[in-house]
């Protein structure tokens, strides 16, 4: 009698663990953060390496150039190759343009955006993280940076994931505003800059109770066929 009692319940419990085990499953899935775009320079041009996006840039053209790369905040296996160098110009007249990217963020939320940089002593030393919600508007997010001499190991990490109005947004784009530079050679370099979110992606509730449904008949089935072994 108590034989049969524990059976049933070892049969319960085992039913329990794995819908416990498919919920589990399902969470972590949505948990998972994706890189949306990276750009590695390696190509020596502004176009995206992996993922979906554009960059463009409104410095004078003879000033964007290409250097020494790094592996700080490099992706899927980049090597360090190149990265984006962006000069002062003369007169100094790159002070308070820019580097724009767009990316879609439909399906996903909780945006990072991070770049690995460095900067000459002549170079921008007041660079300003902007985001915007349609394209056309940007927002300052946080303080002017100032780049660091050397790329270093740690990336620029700017958080965005208060900014509601980022998820799932066809129109998200992000800016650097770059100032403070006092020579037309003096530079700063950008490298591995990576747009990443996480997946809103959840099995749907039709597949979930799809597969709850057939663990549910699993375990009629063999609580059945227990029950005439039990008789």
Same mark, same amino acid.
């Given at each position: 009698?108590?034989?049969?009692? @524990?059976?049933?319940?070892?049969?319960?419990?085992?039913?329990?663990?794995?819908?416990?085990?498919?919920?589990?499953? =399902?969470? /972590?899935? #949505?948990?998972?953060?994706?890189?949306?775009?990276?750009?590695?320079?390696? @190509?020596? @041009?502004?176009?995206?390496?992996?993922?979906?996006? =554009?960059?463009?840039?409104?410095?004078?053209?003879?000033?964007? %150039?290409?250097?020494?790369?790094?592996?700080?905040?490099?992706?899927?296996?980049?090597?360090?190759?190149?990265?984006?160098?962006?000069?002062?110009?003369?007169?100094? #007249?790159?002070?308070?343009?820019?580097?724009?990217?767009?990316?879609?963020?439909?399906?996903?939320?909780?945006?990072?955006?991070?770049?690995?940089?460095?900067?000459?002593?002549?170079?921008?030393?007041?660079?300003?993280?902007?985001?915007?919600?349609?394209?056309?508007?940007?927002?300052?997010?946080?303080?002017?940076?100032? *780049?660091?001499?050397?790329?270093?190991?740690?990336?620029?990490?700017?958080?965005?994931?208060?900014?509601?109005? %980022?998820?799932?947004? *066809?129109?998200?784009?992000?800016?650097?505003?770059?100032?403070?530079?006092? /020579?037309?050679?003096?530079?700063?370099?950008? @490298?591995?800059?990576?747009?990443?979110?996480?997946?809103?992606?959840? *099995?749907?509730?039709?597949?979930?109770?799809?597969?709850?449904?057939?663990?549910?008949?699993?375990?009629?089935?063999?609580?059945?066929?227990?029950?005439?072994?039990?008789?």
């Amino acid at each position: 009698m108590f034989i049969k009692a @524990d059976f049933r319940l070892i049969r319960r419990l085992s039913f329990n663990l794995m819908c416990a085990a498919l919920l589990f499953f =399902t969470a /972590s899935q #949505a948990a998972l953060a994706d890189e949306l775009a990276i750009w590695n320079f390696n @190509d020596s @041009d502004l176009n995206v390496d992996h993922g979906s996006g =554009t960059l463009i840039s409104n410095l004078n053209v003879v000033n964007l %150039l290409f250097a020494a790369g790094t592996t700080n905040n490099a992706r899927l296996g980049d090597a360090a190759g190149q990265a984006l160098s962006l000069q002062g110009g003369t007169g100094v #007249a790159n002070n308070g343009r820019n580097i724009t990217f767009n990316v879609s963020t439909v399906g996903f939320s909780n945006i990072v955006v991070s770049f690995a940089t460095q900067g000459t002593s002549t170079g921008f030393n007041s660079n300003q993280f902007q985001y915007s919600l349609d394209g056309i508007n940007f927002i300052d997010f946080g303080p002017p940076y100032t *780049p660091a001499a050397v790329f270093g190991t740690l990336p620029l990490v700017f958080t965005l994931t208060s900014i509601v109005g %980022l998820n799932n947004n *066809p129109n998200a784009a992000f800016r650097i505003v770059f100032n403070g530079a006092t /020579s037309s050679t003096g530079n700063n370099r950008i @490298d591995n800059i990576v747009v990443e979110g996480t997946s809103a992606t959840i *099995p749907e509730p039709t597949t979930a109770l799809l597969l709850l449904s057939g663990l549910g008949g699993l375990y009629k089935m063999r609580n059945k066929r227990h029950k005439k072994n039990d008789d």
